[in-house]
């Protein structure tokens, strides 16, 4: 890999992971914990965005107290880890990984899962060496990606940030992409709805297929 071969940033949650019925599953389980109505996976596509306390406060019509928030984030990831067990990786995410290899670019993953749960998952799949880096959220909970990204492009020595594209399902990716000095590709199969990531200003696909062939056109 060159100084200045094209490099994927993936995301994890919604992206190359396809969870996007877990989490509404387990915002739903949370939500009945606190006394929330249950929402439709259209409507968290519609009202979702980070800080996450700032989606509670799209649904509940203020921002969470302090306290309501702790209650909220520990009930959603307990939820979260029983619903995820079902999940897998979106379609052909394998053979695009290897493809992306192969054809003498690097990739990593940049995640706001824990790393701590992260790790196991990406290896449990048999994919972790198809990354230069795989790192998760270290910190709280809840907050958005744009330090972390600056952080995990600073600790690739070999890539340029020009050369680099952000592949994620959530405006934020596309946020942290421009604050890092990078491209952004974002992807509808997860957390957002289509118009609200063409809000972003950033290209938009219906499949990672079409966002690696995107990825090779916009860092070439």
């Known amino acids: 890999m060159g100084k200045h071969a094209t490099h994927i ?16 599953g387990a915002t739903n389980s949370a939500f009945a914990e606190i006394g929330l109505e249950p929402i ?17 406060e799209r649904l509940m019509g203020r921002l969470p107290t302090d306290a309501e928030w702790l209650v909220m984030d520990e009930a959603f990831h307990r939820h979260y880890t029983e619903h995820r067990v079902g999940c897998g990786l979106a379609e052909g995410v394998d053979l695009l990984l290897e493809g992306w290899q192969t054809a003498g670019h690097s990739q990593s993953i ?68 421009r604050d890092a000095g990078a491209h952004a590709v974002l992807y509808t199969g997860g957390s957002h709805s289509r118009g609200s990531l063409e809000a972003a200003g950033v290209p938009v696909v219906d499949s990672l297929a079409e966002a690696v062939e995107l990825a090779g056109a916009l860092a070439s």
């Open 9 to 24: 940033v993936w995301d994890w949650n919604g992206t190359l992971f396809h969870d996007v019925d877990a989490v509404i």
């Open 40 to 56: 439709t996976l259209d409507t968290y596509r519609e009202l979702y965005c980070v800080p996450v306390p700032r989606f509670y």
């Open 110 to 177: 940049l995640s706001m899962f824990g790393h701590d749960e992260l790790i196991p998952l990406v290896r449990g799949f048999g994919i972790e060496s198809r990354f230069v880096l795989v790192e998760g959220r270290t910190g709280p909970s809840g907050g958005t990606k744009s330090g972390q990204m600056v952080r995990h492009l600073a600790a690739l020595e070999r890539v340029d940030p020009g050369r680099t594209v952000v592949i994620g399902d959530a405006v934020d990716d596309a946020v942290a992409a």
